[in-house]
Nanobody, 122 residues
Framework: QVRLVESGGGLAQVGESLRLSCVAS????????MGWYRQAPGQQRDLVAS?????????ADSVKGRFTISREHTENTATITLQMNNLKPEDAAVYYC??????????????WGQGTQVAVDS
């Protein structure tokens, strides 16, 4: 069974950095596009960044230049990280790792992590 497990959330001060990781385990196939969504209280879940199997990354305008997504694989796992620099109060949210088992786009993700909380203290 494929699982996505996130780690690395926590509390940071404005301007500080946090690094999120997501490990997809139990995979026996080449997992497709992976990415990070976030959802703040009372808000919709929005895409933050995504990365293809070919390491092509895309970012939401609000995080361009501050966040970096990366990806690596082993035989049975895929890991993505989100390096978040110069954090702002509006970055506070629950961050969810998402992936598509097949060749579809990230907005058709069919694998989700449990979420990790990011808080930014001003």
């Amino acid at each position: 069974q494929v699982r996505l497990v996130e780690s690395g959330g926590g509390l940071a001060q404005v301007g500080e950095s946090l690094r999120l990781s997501c490990v997809a385990s139990g995979i026996t196939f080449r997992i497709g596009i992976m990415g990070w969504y976030r959802q703040a209280p009372g808000q919709q879940r929005d895409l933050v960044a995504s990365i293809t199997t070919g390491h092509m990354a895309r970012y939401a305008d609000s995080v361009k230049g501050r966040f970096t997504i990366s990806r690596e694989h082993t035989e049975n796992t895929a890991t993505i990280t989100l390096q978040m620099n110069n954090l702002k109060p509006e970055d506070a949210a629950v961050y969810y790792c998402a992936a598509n088992k097949g060749p579809g786009p990230i907005d058709m993700a069919d694998l989700w992590g449990q979420g990790t909380q990011v808080a930014v203290d001003s």
